[in-house]
């Protein structure tokens, strides 16, 4: 499947428009930018906040329809990612890299997650090949999605198995969400689905998606110091009657 990860990477568009050109005034996101002027091309160009103040952010403006905002990139490959469930990105205003503003695989997070508003959200999973999905929720930034409570998600089981062809997951629950979570030694997500052996959502072993975390102290994982990966998929370990690996990927948000 076609993702913005194979998308132009540059570091600022002639076209883009700036607090300095004499012109009106930057747009709050890329898909405003892209309505009016569809012919641009994906690549890093000037937004504004609310009240005015300019920053950069990457616009894929080729993939289902463009106008898409890259919010953040997760690392799920690095045991050093600062987003895995708990990390304090995921809900305070502080930026990440934020001159990194491309798709290179270099974990980030940007001022747009704090500011674009948005009906849609897209996230594009890099293993061995890209995958993506997309999902219909609204909220005034992702920083006001993360800060609030647990969202339901009702999509099938195979369209998060999707993201990572060979991910397992246990058989039930099957919970998609945001702030998908729950206490250690269980696991959760930000943005995913959690599994389990037994047939509630309440003790869930696996997951697949975005922001991953919790495991420590499970005895599914030999109750060592276990460190879900912040991208990717926890199969459940020895409470999984299929076992299979966990699976390490490098993940992008997008919103529009």
Request: aromatic share 8%.
């Amino acid at each position: 499947m076609t993702s913005a990860a194979c998308g132009k990477v540059t570091t600022a568009s002639p076209d883009a428009p700036t607090p300095d050109a004499g012109m009106k005034p930057s747009p709050q996101s890329c898909k405003a930018l892209f309505d009016s002027n569809p012919a641009l091309s994906s690549g890093a160009y000037a937004l504004r906040t609310a009240d005015g103040a300019a920053y950069q952010a990457y616009c894929d403006m080729t993939t289902d329809g463009g106008g898409w905002t890259l919010v953040m990139k997760i690392d799920g490959t690095a045991a050093s990612s600062q987003l895995g469930y708990d990390g304090a990105l995921w809900t305070n205003t502080a930026t990440l890299r934020a001159d990194k503003v491309d798709t290179s695989h270099v974990e980030a997070k940007y001022r747009a997650f704090n500011e674009v508003a948005f009906s849609q959200v897209r996230i594009v999973m890099v293993e061995a090949q890209s995958s993506a999905m997309t999902l219909a929720i609204s909220a005034s930034s992702a920083l006001h999605l993360m800060r609030g409570p647990f969202v339901q998600i009702a999509r099938p089981r195979q369209d998060w198995l999707a993201l990572l062809p060979g991910a397992i997951v246990q058989p039930n629950c099957n919970q998609g969400g945001i702030n998908n979570s729950s206490a250690n030694p269980y696991v959760r997500v930000r943005i995913g689905m959690i599994a389990n052996q037994e047939a509630n959502c309440e003790t869930p072993d696996s997951f697949i998606g975005i922001g991953g975390g919790g495991g420590a102290g499970n005895a599914c994982f030999g109750n060592g110091a276990f460190v879900a990966p912040s991208a990717g998929s926890v199969s459940g370990g020895t409470c999984n009657p299929t076992p299979g690996p966990n699976h390490a990927a490098f993940a992008y948000l997008y919103v529009r």
